[in-house]
């Protein structure tokens, strides 16, 4: 007759199977630690330059959760249309970080459907370059590294308004990831202020503020709108400018096609490069610094 399974052997069993079962979660990334109040801050960013400056500012900060409201291969928003599942993400969200300038034309509807939700417009405050005729101002002030160090200060500022509990900890965060932009500027103003050569011809307006800081001279802009085809005449002149001015180097975006820069590139033996203005790539606290620190790499070699 089979022997009853002692009681202290089954709780053991139990015990270390509950163990193991945890041990195996380990795999799943942890959800964030809750505040106080057992709720988790939200915050939501537009899209992917201002989802890193967020992530860095929120950087370990317990109970606090950045998630990117758009793809990571959205690009710039010009044109964004909102859709359904955009608005459920801000709806469970307290704080949505915009890059502003003219960039989310979307947001007075954000405003109109869920007005409780606080807004941080990260270029406040950030001179802006007018557009020519009707176009509005220039959106794309993260492509300075200056303007970049302003739109971290103003997200850890605004942060630490709508969240005091954690000030000090966004305040902190801020000035760690300020620090490392600027190191980063300063070695590019070490390599880029000695070149004579700055005459550069770009394929959509992403580039002035970069090209400001760092006295590049844009000497035209083939494609305006992203994505769009330059005309057979836009083409020829730009062609003739490329001779006229003996400009060695197209700078494309690795975001759109290169048709037109290789085209010009054929007839006037100048180089295609790829410049980025930093508005896909990898979702990664550095990512901002890598981005531009192969873009240092990239104006070196094309200017030298």
């Not at 249309?81 to 459920?88: E, H, N, R, V």
């Not at 939700?117 to 001179?127: D, T, V």
């Not at 959509?204 to 760092?214: C, I, K, L, S, V």
Request: glycine share 6%; charged share 20%; aromatic share 6%.
């Amino acid at each position: 007759m089979r022997k009853p399974v002692p009681l202290f052997f089954i709780t053991a069993l139990l015990l270390s199977t509950v163990i193991l079962l945890s041990s195996c979660g380990g795999q799943s990334p942890a959800a964030p630690e809750k505040k106080a109040d057992g709720k988790t801050f939200t915050i939501v960013t537009s899209f992917y330059p201002i989802y890193i400056s967020a992530m860095n500012v929120a950087k370990d900060v317990p109970g606090v959760k950045v998630v990117n409201m758009t793809q990571k291969t959205t690009g710039c928003l010009h044109d964004y249309q909102l859709i359904p599942d955009d608005l459920k993400t801000l709806s469970e969200a307290q704080v949505f970080i915009i890059n502003g300038a003219g960039m989310e034309a979307f947001v007075d509807k954000v405003v109109s459907q869920l007005p409780n939700l606080k807004i941080i417009e990260a270029s406040k405050g950030i001179p802006l370059i007018k557009g020519e005729g009707e176009e509005g101002d220039n959106p794309h002030v993260w492509v300075s590294i200056s303007n970049d160090i302003q739109q971290t200060k103003n997200i850890g500022l605004q942060l630490a308004a709508l969240d005091p509990d954690h000030a000090a900890q966004y305040s902190a965060n801020t000035t760690v990831y300020a620090a490392k932009l600027e190191e980063l500027q300063a070695r590019m103003h070490q390599t880029l202020d000695g070149i004579k050569n700055r005459d550069i011809i770009t394929f959509h307006e992403a580039f002035p503020y970069f090209a400001q800081e760092f006295k590049l001279n844009i000497a035209t802009v083939i494609e305006r709108e992203p994505g769009s085809e330059p005309s057979a005449a836009e083409l020829a002149e730009t062609i003739e400018t490329v001779r006229e001015a003996k400009i060695k180097a197209l700078f494309a975006e690795p975001q759109y096609p290169t048709k037109a820069a290789e085209t010009i590139a054929n007839e006037t033996g100048a180089k295609v490069f790829i410049l980025d203005p930093v508005v896909t790539g990898p979702m990664e606290p550095d990512a901002y610094i890598k981005i531009m620190e192969a873009n240092l790499r990239t104006l070196e070699e094309a200017l030298k």
